[in-house]
């Protein structure tokens, strides 16, 4: 069974930063498609970043565009998000979310195989 864990979320003021990473194990495809996405109380659950395996390509929500930044450790099948200029509307459970296939960063939820049970992200004003 796959797993995926996320870990680093907290409380932060506005204009600080986070480190949220998720930890993948038991995935054997070999060219799977990371994704952050998140959920804010009452709201759908709404596209952050992709990144592909191999080549560092990835995909920005434009609401985050230019303060979050997705990576990958993928000998240690590990994906990052970084988040720098935090604001109060950045609050929200974050998941990660796996797909096996596509040639595409999907910004999708249906179409992401597996997910994390999710990190607590509050940024206070």
């Known amino acids: 069974q796959v797993q995926l864990v996320e870990s680093g979320g907290g409380l932060v003021q506005a204009g600080g930063s986070l480190r949220l990473s998720c930890a993948a194990s038991r995935l054997t495809s070999s060219s799977y498609t990371m994704g952050w996405f998140r959920q804010a109380p009452g709201k759908e659950r709404e596209f952050v970043a992709a990144?592909?395996?191999?080549?560092?390509?990835?995909r920005y929500a434009d609401s985050v565009k230019g303060r979050f930044t997705i990576s990958r450790d993928n000998a240690r099948n590990t994906v990052f998000l970084q988040m720098n200029m935090l604001k109060p509307e950045d609050t929200a459970v974050y998941y990660c979310a796996a797909r096996l296939s596509g040639s595409t960063l999907s910004n999708m939820e249906n179409v992401y195989n597996y997910w994390g049970q999710g990190t607590q992200v509050t940024v206070s004003s």
């Open positions: 990144i592909f395996r191999y080549g560092g390509i990835s």
